[in-house]
């Protein structure tokens, strides 16, 4: 029991509580942990290790997630944080929850469709408003660069869809 409590301590269920307040920078309605990018919490040589996979590489968002989560442990007195990028395997859509996804449509943003496409637009976006599934591409590249922009030919309402990666 004594080397068990050493590899998960009490505290752990916290760090995680935590983690689950970060916002995503360029998607705010959900946070790094309903979209999978915190990995691993661990403790080591009296510190914490925080596994994290960010979602598109290259994304400006990273920088400021590292930075918001080094914020986030310190001020709540876990030190010293140690942050491990872990690139391989890559961040992918499928890692999202699907309370995420319900989440991402209510705030206008069509949720990924299907596993891991590679960033090819599929063939059936639906419209987050009206759920209408005749969309077609106004441009590959939205908001971000991590979203596409849509047009519904229902309600004619613009839409950003977030790509399947
Ligand atoms: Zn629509």
């Given at each position: 029991m004594q080397r068990l409590a050493e590899i998960a301590p009490a505290e752990i269920p916290q760090i995680w509580s935590l983690l689950s307040?970060?916002?995503?920078?360029?998607?705010?309605?959900?946070?790094i942990t309903d979209l999978g990018m915190v990995r691993s919490v661990c403790a080591q040589a009296g510190g914490w290790v925080i596994g994290f996979t960010p979602t598109y590489?290259?994304?400006?968002?990273t920088e400021h997630l590292l930075g918001a989560i080094r914020e986030t442990m310190t001020a709540h007195g876990f030190t010293p944080v140690h942050i491990v990028l872990q690139l391989d395997p890559a961040w992918t859509?499928?890692?999202?929850t699907d309370d995420a996804r319900a989440r991402l449509r209510e705030y206008g943003i069509s949720p990924p469709v299907g596993h891991s496409c590679h960033a090819h637009a599929p063939a059936e976006v639906a419209c987050p408003r009206c759920a209408s599934t005749d969309t077609s591409v106004i441009?590959?590249?939205?908001?971000?660069?991590c979203k596409a922009l849509y047009r519904c030919n229902a309600c004619r309402e613009p839409f950003d869809y977030f790509k399947c990666i």
């Open positions: 307040q970060i916002p995503d920078p360029e998607v705010p309605v959900l946070t590489s290259g994304c400006p968002a859509t499928d890692w999202m441009s590959e590249f939205g908001s971000t660069a």
